[in-house]
């Protein structure tokens, strides 16, 4: 799908940009064109800014979106999920992030989180990157309690996972 979404946009690198931050940080469209999370509106000067773009590619982006009945229906129905990766060291928490070879392989997560749970350690937060939006996604699960070692060793063996990280 993210590809097909960027293939709309492929004459404009400034205009993919935009799509880009928009799916990244879960920003909707509005009926009036303006960029939302909820129901704040975001500036397009801010938005620009980020992306180092003019404003008026963030007009057209947005126009583009609103003509087109696919990307519309996408836009308007994106939202965001907070996320606790960021506020883990502040709130004492742990954070496991899960490289793969194969994103669409089925039971990664199921598997993993079992793992976890068989432990009898408590996830506050489980975000599994989709791999039609994400370039590289991973599998993030955030934890109450560091995991042990060895449980981390047998994470790491398994054939489908490329490598891990801990914060």
């Not at 982006?61 to 696919?70: N, V």
């Not at 506050?124 to 981390?152: C, M, W």
């Amino acid at each position: 799908m993210f590809a097909e979404i960027m293939e709309k946009f492929e004459g404009s690198p400034s205009q993919q940009a935009v799509i880009r931050l928009l799916l990244e940080r879960g920003f909707s469209v509005n009926d009036d064109g303006r960029v939302v999370s909820g129901g704040i509106e975001i500036p397009n000067t801010g938005i620009a800014r980020e992306i180092d773009v003019d404003r008026r590619v963030v007009d057209s982006t947005t126009d583009a979106i609103l003509d087109d009945e696919q990307l519309r229906r996408i836009f308007q129905n994106i939202s965001q999920i907070p996320s606790l990766m960021d506020l883990a060291p502040v709130l004492d928490l742990h954070v496991l992030t899960v490289d793969v070879y194969d994103t669409e392989q089925p039971g990664i997560v199921a598997e993993i989180a079992g793992m976890i749970a068989e432990e009898g350690i408590s996830m506050r937060q489980t975000v599994s990157e989709d791999p039609e939006f994400a370039v590289d996604p991973k599998l993030y699960i955030v934890t109450e309690e560091a995991l042990p070692g060895d449980l981390l060793n047998e994470i790491r063996d398994r054939d489908y996972v490329r490598k891990i990280e801990l914060q």
